[in-house]
């Protein structure tokens, strides 16, 4: 009885009483023993190489922090720059992050850099802002990830400054700021520097919706990314709060927007309907095929469920997105918004538009068959989606890194990465730099192979097929060419005698004993045979499928007997669910299709 199986977005566990879907094996990177080299950056009391044009005692400055707190990965008109805040403690533990501080190194000058490229040497340090003396006492600076247009990085911030106001005591004041770097080059295109300036954006441009929304504070949302679109337009994510109702003290009520610029950061507005997401505690921005996507999380304690808005006039107007890709984003483990520590971004590799994200594994330190109580290792995993399948690209660290922040950079073909490293003894640690150069050929492998698979897919119900099947097999009803926009698994000839692999390397699918091996498939035999996808059961391994709300399988089967009575073939199952949610399809002996609920 031999088949194809094709899943295209998907809910739950799939039983196949005929066949089913799904390849096994991560075919990670190995963190270790790769062609890339780290680079330890923004380490406490380390000795630094200043910027042209900084100012006398920063090297005593810089070596005077406690502790940083990672920020952003960019690359700027040749420029690789990374940005982290600084902290300031007697005892050099944890403090407040006031500073930001940021290390350059050229990146081959405007063009792509060689292969051996020392990156160890030659970063140079600059402090990008500190608060005034005009502004206070300066709180906790919250910002946004940086966003590069040409030569320039935007940074978006919030910083709460305490103002000292005559007999009425202090007053808190939370302000946006914009901070602006430009890189500067001589004649001869060498980099000289990277200069920064720091501006307040008038409390005017916000002014009217926090009026209309009853909005007490307007933020930068912390850690979470903006982006650059079209030829000026540069959009950047806010938080806003208001009490819960009047006279309440406690947490507040928070809603998730965006304000953009569309003349390059000269002025900035906000959309038309200014609340996009209420009860929000963070989003992210993302661009994709044309798109803004705006993908938010919701505060714990609520029971809203994340969601995914979209604006198709670069952040003019939103509205709540729909689709495959939007349920990907919102519900599903690895790809959805959760906080700043851990990153997702979109790019382009091998012309075509792809996630990646970044996420911190967990590990059990198992010894001799028995797990160490207490002893858990981190690692962090980049992971690659196209929209519709994803995929494990494996890990990129090792020993407790990553935890507290991890960012990811794809610039001239070439990705890069920057995470935190544990100290010593719970004190800070540092950062890591690092090329992802073995994880970038595995990327370009795994979207060659969906390429391949794409296309034998579309191929599979051509004119040529249909009459090559045997015989011409009366009610072959193969109709093509077969879709693959939104397929994430095909289930074909690549199995063993225990495991029926994903082509597109998703959930696999576990062979019974007794389960007869032919071409393009299985043959089942015997009462109550059948071959499961438990997509929706998935554990901690590094294979994974997302399915979302909406279901299309494609199967062809041969029958090879009529049966005598109604006979179960296809079904779908909820999982973790105690109404037990089953849809079913079955043949009976008059040669009809049936459907059981």
Not at 525 to 530: E, P, T, V, W
């Amino acid at each position: 009885m031999p088949r194809h199986v094709f899943l295209s977005s998907a809910v739950l566990l799939l039983f196949l009483f005929v066949p089913l879907l799904a390849r096994g094996s991560s075919e990670a990177a190995s963190a270790e023993g790769t062609e890339s080299k780290e680079v330890e950056l923004f380490k406490p009391r380390e000795d630094v190489v200043p910027a042209d044009g900084e100012e006398e005692g920063i090297e005593a400055r810089y070596k005077s922090a406690s502790s940083f707190q990672g920020h952003s990965l960019v690359e700027a008109d040749g420029v690789m720059v990374a940005l982290a805040l600084a902290a300031y403690n007697d005892d050099g533990r944890y403090g407040t992050y006031t500073d930001m501080w940021a290390k350059w190194h050229p990146y081959g000058g405007g063009s792509k850099m060689p292969k051996d490229a020392a990156w160890d040497n030659h970063w140079k340090t600059e402090l990008v802002t500190e608060p005034s003396a005009e502004e206070g006492r300066g709180g906790p600076l919250l910002s946004s990830k940086a966003v590069v247009r040409g030569n320039k990085i935007f940074v978006l911030a919030s910083n709460p400054t305490v103002i000292t106001n005559g007999a009425s005591g202090l007053e808190t004041y939370w302000g946006l700021e914009l901070i602006v770097g430009e890189v500067r080059k001589t004649a001869e295109n060498d980099v000289n520097q990277v200069s920064w300036k720091k501006t307040s954006l008038p409390r005017s441009t916000h002014e009217a919706p926090m009026q209309q929304h009853s909005w007490e504070r307007l933020g930068a949302v912390d850690g979470s990314r903006g982006v650059a679109v079209g030829g000026s337009t540069i959009v950047f994510p806010l938080l806003a709060t208001k009490r819960a109702y009047e006279g309440n003290e406690g947490e507040g009520i928070t809603a998730c927007t965006v304000i953009y610029s569309d003349d390059n950061g000269v002025s900035w507005k906000f959309p038309a309907q200014a609340a996009i997401a209420n009860d929000c505690a963070f989003a992210r921005l993302l661009e994709w095929e044309g798109k803004l996507l705006m993908v938010t999380a919701a505060p714990f304690s609520s029971s809203w469920r994340p969601r995914v808005y979209e604006s198709a006039d670069n952040g003019k107007t939103w509205a709540e997105a729909s689709g495959p890709l939007s349920h990907l984003l919102s519900e599903s483990n690895v790809f959805s918004a959760r906080n700043g520590r851990f990153d997702l971004v979109t790019t382009t590799i091998e012309e075509k538009t792809v996630l990646l994200c970044t996420e911190v594994v967990f590990i059990d330190n198992i010894q001799g068959g028995i797990n160490q109580l207490g002893d858990v290792r981190s690692a962090i995993h980049v992971w690659l989606s196209d929209g519709a399948r994803i995929y494990d690209v494996g890990p990129i660290s090792v020993d407790d890194a990553g935890f507290s922040f991890s960012t990811l950079l794809h610039a001239k073909d070439g990705l890069f990465a920057l995470y935190s490293k544990e100290g010593e003894h719970e004190m800070p640690g540092s950062f890591v730099f690092k090329p992802l150069t073995e994880q970038l050929r595995h990327i370009k492998t795994v979207l060659s192979k969906w390429k391949e698979v794409d296309d034998r897919v579309s191929k599979l119900c051509g004119s040529t097929t249909t009459a090559a099947m045997k015989d011409g097999a009366e009610g072959a009803g193969c109709v093509g060419p077969l879709p693959t926009a939104g397929l994430i698994g095909f289930l074909s000839n690549n199995a063993s005698d225990t495991h029926w692999n994903d082509e597109y390397f998703g959930v696999g699918a576990t062979v019974p004993t007794g389960t007869k091996k032919v071409e393009n498939g299985f043959q089942l035999a015997g009462h109550g045979a059948r071959i499961a996808w438990p997509v929706g059961r998935q554990g901690p391994n590094s294979v994974r499928s997302y399915v979302g709300e909406e279901l299309t399988l494609v199967a062809t089967v041969i029958i090879d007997k009529v049966p005598t009575a109604a006979t179960p073939l296809l079904g779908v199952s909820t999982v973790g669910d105690p109404n037990g949610k089953y849809l079913g399809l079955w043949y009976d002996e008059r040669r009809h299709w049936k459907t059981r609920f």
